[in-house]
Protein backbone atom coordinates (compact mmCIF):
# COMPACT_ATOMS: atom_id res chain seq x y z
CA UNK A 1 0.00 0.00 0.00
CA UNK A 2 1.43 3.42 -1.32
CA UNK A 3 2.16 5.90 1.69
CA UNK A 4 1.65 9.32 1.87
CA UNK A 5 3.28 12.30 3.38
CA UNK A 6 2.37 16.04 3.38
CA UNK A 7 4.33 18.93 4.01
CA UNK A 8 4.28 22.90 3.61
CA UNK A 9 1.12 23.75 5.95
CA UNK A 10 1.59 26.64 7.50
CA UNK A 11 0.48 30.48 8.81
CA UNK A 12 -0.45 32.48 5.87
CA UNK A 13 -2.08 35.95 5.18
CA UNK A 14 -5.25 36.66 3.83
CA UNK A 15 -4.69 37.12 -0.02
CA UNK A 16 -1.47 34.78 0.46
CA UNK A 17 -0.50 31.90 -1.08
CA UNK A 18 1.00 28.34 -0.15
CA UNK A 19 2.29 25.13 -1.82
CA UNK A 20 1.38 21.94 -0.22
CA UNK A 21 3.39 18.75 -1.26
CA UNK A 22 2.38 15.12 -0.69
CA UNK A 23 5.01 12.54 -1.81
CA UNK A 24 4.25 9.27 -1.97
CA UNK A 25 6.80 5.91 -1.79
CA UNK A 26 5.89 4.48 -5.24
CA UNK A 27 4.53 5.82 -8.50
CA UNK A 28 1.36 6.49 -8.69
CA UNK A 29 0.54 7.59 -12.51
CA UNK A 30 -1.80 5.73 -14.05
CA UNK A 31 -2.56 3.53 -10.42
CA UNK A 32 -3.76 5.71 -8.25
CA UNK A 33 -6.62 8.56 -8.39
CA UNK A 34 -4.96 11.69 -6.25
CA UNK A 35 -6.44 13.86 -4.24
CA UNK A 36 -6.18 16.67 -1.35
CA UNK A 37 -9.22 16.61 1.10
CA UNK A 38 -9.16 19.01 3.99
CA UNK A 39 -11.17 19.54 7.41
CA UNK A 40 -11.78 22.67 9.64
CA UNK A 41 -12.62 22.21 13.44
CA UNK A 42 -16.18 20.78 13.89
CA UNK A 43 -16.21 20.56 10.36
CA UNK A 44 -16.18 17.16 8.13
CA UNK A 45 -13.32 16.40 5.63
CA UNK A 46 -14.50 17.56 2.60
CA UNK A 47 -12.95 17.35 -1.51
CA UNK A 48 -10.67 20.27 -2.66
CA UNK A 49 -9.09 18.55 -5.86
CA UNK A 50 -8.39 15.67 -7.42
CA UNK A 51 -6.08 14.04 -10.05
CA UNK A 52 -6.55 11.16 -12.79
CA UNK A 53 -3.81 10.41 -15.44
CA UNK A 54 -3.34 13.86 -15.59
CA UNK A 55 -7.04 15.26 -15.54
CA UNK A 56 -7.89 17.54 -12.72
CA UNK A 57 -10.83 18.54 -10.52
CA UNK A 58 -11.78 21.44 -7.92
CA UNK A 59 -14.50 21.47 -4.87
CA UNK A 60 -16.48 25.30 -6.84
CA UNK A 61 -14.84 26.54 -3.36
CA UNK A 62 -11.26 26.46 -4.56
CA UNK A 63 -11.47 26.51 -8.80
CA UNK A 64 -9.64 29.01 -9.95
CA UNK A 65 -7.64 29.88 -6.56
CA UNK A 66 -5.86 26.13 -6.33
CA UNK A 67 -4.09 23.53 -8.87
CA UNK A 68 -3.63 20.09 -8.22
CA UNK A 69 -0.72 18.90 -10.11
CA UNK A 70 1.56 15.31 -9.85
CA UNK A 71 5.36 15.60 -10.79
CA UNK A 72 5.60 11.44 -11.24
CA UNK A 73 9.19 11.59 -11.65
CA UNK A 74 9.46 12.52 -7.93
CA UNK A 75 6.65 10.84 -6.78
CA UNK A 76 5.13 13.82 -5.57
CA UNK A 77 1.91 15.69 -6.13
CA UNK A 78 1.16 19.63 -5.08
CA UNK A 79 -1.69 21.55 -4.33
CA UNK A 80 -0.68 25.33 -5.33
CA UNK A 81 -3.66 27.75 -3.28
CA UNK A 82 -3.26 31.31 -4.30
CA UNK A 83 -6.03 34.34 -2.83
CA UNK A 84 -6.20 32.46 0.12
CA UNK A 85 -9.36 33.21 2.61
CA UNK A 86 -9.58 32.11 6.24
CA UNK A 87 -12.07 30.13 4.90
CA UNK A 88 -9.48 27.52 3.63
CA UNK A 89 -7.99 27.26 7.13
CA UNK A 90 -8.18 23.53 7.67
CA UNK A 91 -5.50 20.66 8.49
CA UNK A 92 -5.28 19.28 4.61
CA UNK A 93 -4.85 15.48 4.02
CA UNK A 94 -3.92 13.63 1.00
CA UNK A 95 -5.27 10.78 -0.23
CA UNK A 96 -5.19 8.13 -2.73
CA UNK A 97 -7.46 5.63 -4.07
CA UNK A 98 -6.38 2.73 -6.43
CA UNK A 99 -7.80 3.41 -10.10
CA UNK A 100 -9.23 -0.34 -10.41
CA UNK A 101 -11.38 -0.33 -7.40
CA UNK A 102 -14.59 1.69 -7.02
CA UNK A 103 -14.37 4.75 -5.35
CA UNK A 104 -16.95 3.52 -2.60
CA UNK A 105 -14.46 0.77 -1.37
CA UNK A 106 -13.29 3.48 0.91
CA UNK A 107 -11.03 0.67 2.88
CA UNK A 108 -8.75 0.81 -0.33
CA UNK A 109 -8.00 4.88 0.81
CA UNK A 110 -4.22 6.02 1.76
CA UNK A 111 -4.64 8.87 3.72
CA UNK A 112 -1.04 11.01 4.85
CA UNK A 113 -0.96 12.44 8.18
CA UNK A 114 -2.20 15.96 7.38
CA UNK A 115 -0.91 19.52 7.67
CA UNK A 116 -2.23 22.78 9.37
CA UNK A 117 -2.89 25.63 6.66
CA UNK A 118 -4.05 28.47 9.10
CA UNK A 119 -5.25 31.52 6.87
CA UNK A 120 -4.98 34.92 9.13
CA UNK A 121 -4.28 38.41 9.64
Known amino acids: QVQLVESGGGLVQPGGSLTLSCATDERTLGIYHLGWYRQAPGNQRELVATITNGVADYADSVKGRFTISLDDAKNTVFLQMTSLKPADTAVYYC????????????????WGQGTQVTVSS
Open 95 to 110: NAHPITMPRGRTEFDR
